[in-house]
């Protein structure tokens, strides 16, 4: 199911009546207006010299500004948690969890350690660390709701805005802004590593956890905080180790994102629709009119296609961590077992990912996807060995599909027959040269 991207559609009926003026109070005197007005055009001024450094159709530095300002007061980076618990540095509590993760992922993977580098983030740095990311994949989206209003519109009245049509485009990119700052504040609060969304939001071979955060989620679970530290830096290096050595798994991830949002569109009859609703004189009318829902983006078959694909490619990403981790840790950790199955529900429940592409991308996941994936990475495991289970990672078209999710034992036989494998493809051989691949100058590949 997808949901309409940066927020728009009806608005939350629970959150009616919020920050609205009340009904009983009079009308504000001629002063209070007028004091009113100037700050409204104030702000206004305001907003709009932010907007000239934006050129693009979210206003990225309003958003981040709108998230560090949300986190200013809950979060800091000289207190990162862990300070009374363990007595150390939360850096080093870190640094040690992550290496002692690798060791044991090391006998459960045929892929190498992904990450160089092992690091402890507050939630400040990490919407300044991701925030490159996040561009890529909010601008498409973004960029063709700004686009699909603009074309939704009649030629008479593109030609009568004239320059109103740029101002419109920077009150867009403030407002997608706004909502991406406060989502990535929200995000970052509760986020315990650069991966828990399923994507590598982060920089290129950097391992990063948020001790702040994973000390909140340990509050209530009766476990010691080292034991959930180990965990989830295990769930992060195993992260990184298949962002790392499957090359073709980044740029599907986000390339799925954009084949989605090429895919909006408004329908022009619901603009007429809308206008003959729309009493001037009464604003009511206008409100009841634009949450009536019929200037949500419409949803093609193309783009449920889109979903389908990204949502069975990010439950394979989380089925496989899940499994890889699970037999990595074994009995190492008394209450590994719990911990598995409250990160399985934290997710369930809509968690940070679902909450996020929800809001931001218009997609919605289904966490259910990602128990059935790792059933199967399991089963593949347990009947073919874990060479062969990783194997299946060199190459796209040799990835289980949505269809084999629903029937795994299937999808294990085909593979024991050699009927899900390329001919003359040795996986091993496959990812080696993949990384050669990603790893050649690029004076090469123009010379070639």
Known sequence: MSKPPFGFGPPDPDK??????????????????????????????????QAGSSTGPVNYDLAKQIALQNLS???????????????????????????LAELWLDAATILPAGATTTVAWSARTWVE?????????????????SGAWVQALPEEAK??????????????????????GNALAQLASEVLTSTEVGLPLGPAATSALLPANIEKFTEGLELPTSEVLVFIAAREAAHQRLFAHVPWLRQRLLATVEEFASGISVDTSALEQLAGQIDPSNPASIEEAMSS?????????????????????????????????????????????????????RRATGGP???????LVGLELR?????????????????????????????????PTAEDLDEPLDFAERLGDGESTLEGIDPIAEIERAEREKNKPKDDEDKS
């Open 16 to 49: 009616r009546g919020e920050n609205e003026p009340s009904d009983s109070g009079g009308q504000p005197s001629g002063a209070e207006a007028f004091n009113q007005l100037g700050q409204m055009l104030s702000q206004l001024g305001q907003m709009l010299s």
């Open 73 to 99: 007061s809950s979060d800091s980076d000289v207190k990162l948690g862990f300070s009374s618990s363990s007595g150390g540095d939360a850096s080093t509590a870190v640094r040690d969890a992550a290496h």
């Open 129 to 145: 660390k991701t925030l490159p990311t996040w561009q890529r994949l909010c601008d498409p989206v973004a960029q063709q709701v």
């Open 159 to 180: 030609q009568a805005a004239g320059p109103l049509l740029s101002m419109m485009g920077q009150m867009g990119g403030m407002a997608f802004g706004s909502q991406l």
């Open 293 to 345: 829902g019929l200037l949500e983006p419409q949803t093609s078959p193309e783009q449920k296609a889109a979903l389908n694909r990204l949502e069975t490619l990010l439950a394979l990403v989380e089925g496989w961590v899940d499994v890889v981790v699970a037999e990595a840790i074994g009995d190492r950790l008394p209450g590994a077992d719990a911990l598995r199955e409250t990160l399985r529900r």
């Open 353 to 359: 990912a679902e909450q996020t592409f929800a809001t």
């Open 367 to 399: 966490p259910r996807r990602m128990r059935a994936a790792s059933a199967l990475w399991k089963l593949v495991g347990d009947q073919h060995g874990i060479e062969k289970r990783d194997g299946l990672w060199s190459h796209p078209d040799l990835m």
